[in-house]
């Protein structure tokens, strides 16, 4: 009677039979298994090689190394992701996101695999660190090189608290739920990880100020991001995440500020701010309520954190972090609060008709010399997505009212038919629709003619099928009832003609 013999469970399946805990028959570029069930099939096939996390490399605009082809192949451009990580389904072809991009984007030569303590199922882990890294990275950032600083902060806060790691497997698991609608096991599981944020942020909470116990800032800045992250992809308000986390890096006292990673540290400083400024699309303009007013007083206040830890680093580490979420763009933000209170009631009672001329020919020459900096290799996504926030920048200044009428209303029709210009030239396989949602919401609501209408509503529509997020249904919401309203305030003084202009964009769109 020969013995039972005991065999090694294999590693080498998909990601996905591997969560769902079911023999894979290893079928590519698409098991039976996810072609049954109509899911991605993911492959850890960088997983073999030795594990880093920060090995990220600009690939070219033509080729892209599949890690299960000999070293220094390449395949051409009709590969389904510029990663190594094969990403396969059966709408793929079809996704702008999966399409090539002009600019490079990163490579991810090795992945980490990492085993966690106390997690219950480290494939979940795993198979949701994966997708955080290759598919929800790509949908939040706009750039190669914001990708690379938010996965090289982010992923060793990931693997070293837990409050942070759930945070995470909660974005990545609701962003691939919303890629799986129908799918039993992501609907389940985006549902668990939720749950587990959730539970991990109110244990976090309550221990503090417990003796003994290390609050660690820092992670809970990192995982108010990501909850709020979570938020836009619902399509739900935010905003209250980001007031946490914009608390949490204002109170940070100096002995903690300057013994955290200090990349890490300027980085969620730039994030929470640009997140403080897209929060404003919660509530209707004009509208100058005391939480309004609050956050405009964290903006200055968070800007002067990160002025002061530009100041300690290196020239040549701030000249690395030349993304869109770099110092220059992010404290350019500022002219929106600068405007903000020039336009509140109050100010009508210090600033004269004349002062107010006077600041607004400042802001003027400020928003005219905002561009990358000059020694700078921005990429061509970061200069188009810049170019369209100067513009609506402008559009902001030039109506803000001086003695009741607006400031220079010719000038102000010429930025907004240049947005909708450069609008128009978009490519489809453009790579920046996640950095253009404020630029959207202003100019967007300021459209009235047919034409400029159509522009708005395509670039929409491809926002829906490019990103994991239900933020572009909000906002094509809100312009559906702005439009609905007839006004003669907007910006394009065209005829409006009574043609229905109704976003089309499905509910059920598969978004990843």
């Known amino acids: 009677m020969s013995g039972t013999t005991s065999h090694k469970r294999k590693r080498t399946g998909c990601l996905g039979c591997r969560a769902r805990r079911k023999k894979c028959d290893e079928a590519r570029p698409v098991c039976s298994a996810c072609s049954r069930k109509g899911q991605e099939c993911v492959w850890p096939d960088n997983w073999r090689t030795p594990q880093t996390t920060s090995t990220f490399h600009p690939q070219g605009p033509s080729f892209v190394v599949d890690s299960s082809s000999p070293a220094g192949t390449p395949e051409r451009e009709n590969a389904q992701s510029t990663l190594p990580m094969r990403v396969v389904s059966r709408s793929s072809a079809a996704s702008p996101a999966r399409r090539r991009r002009k600019d490079p984007s990163p490579g991810i030569s090795h992945l980490p695999l990492v085993t966690v303590a106390g997690l219950d199922d480290q494939d979940d882990f795993h198979f949701l660190l994966q997708h955080f890294m290759t598919r929800s990275m790509e949908t939040m950032c706009p750039d190669a090189v914001d990708i690379e600083m938010s996965v090289s902060t982010l992923v060793p806060v990931i693997v070293t608290d837990d409050l942070v790691r759930r945070s995470m497997m909660a974005v990545s698991s609701l962003q691939y739920m919303l890629g799986n609608p129908t799918s039993q096991k992501a609907n389940k599981l985006s549902a668990s990880c939720y749950a587990g944020a959730l539970s991990a942020m109110r244990t976090r909470l309550a ?287 065209s005829p409006v003609v009574d043609v229905p202009c109704v976003f089309d964009i499905d509910p059920q769109l598969e978004l990843c």
């Open 207 to 493: 221990l503090a100020g417990t003796p003994g116990h290390d609050a660690r800032p820092d992670a809970l800045a990192a995982a108010g991001i990501l909850l709020a992250m979570m938020s836009v992809t619902k399509g739900e308000p935010f905003s209250l995440h980001v007031d946490f986390t914009c608390h949490v890096l204002i109170d940070m006292p100096a002995s903690v500020r300057w013994s955290i990673d200090q990349k890490f540290y300027r980085h969620t400083l730039r994030i929470t701010m640009y997140m403080l400024i897209e929060s404003s699309l919660e509530e209707p303009g004009g509208v100058d309520t005391p939480a309004r007013l609050k956050r405009q007083d964290n903006m200055q206040k968070l800007a002067e954190r990160l002025w002061e830890a530009d100041r300690r680093a290196a020239p040549a580490e701030l000249d690395r972090e030349c993304g869109l979420y770099q110092t220059s763009f992010i404290t350019g933000l500022l002219t929106i609060t600068h405007l903000s209170r020039l336009q509140e009631p109050q100010s009508h009672a210090f600033c004269g008709e004349t002062e107010r001329l006077a600041q607004l020919a400042a802001i003027e020459m400020q928003i005219l010399a905002w561009q990358p900096p000059a020694h700078q290799e921005a990429s061509t996504t970061v200069g188009k997505i810049w170019s369209l926030w100067r513009l609506a920048f402008l559009v902001l200044l030039y109506e803000s009212p001086v003695n009741g009428a607006f400031w220079k209303p010719v000038t102000r029709r010429e930025c907004f038919e240049a947005f909708m210009d450069e609008l128009d030239r978009i490519p489809r396989d453009f790579f920046g629709y996640t950095a253009m949602m404020w630029p959207m919401f202003v100019m967007g609501s300021h459209a009235q003619s047919p034409k400029h209408r159509r522009v708005v509503r395509e670039i929409l529509t491809r926002t829906c099928d490019s990103l994991a997020s239900q933020a572009p249904m909000v906002l094509s919401g809100f312009l559906n009832a702005v439009w609905d309203v007839p006004t003669s305030l907007g910006a394009d003084r």
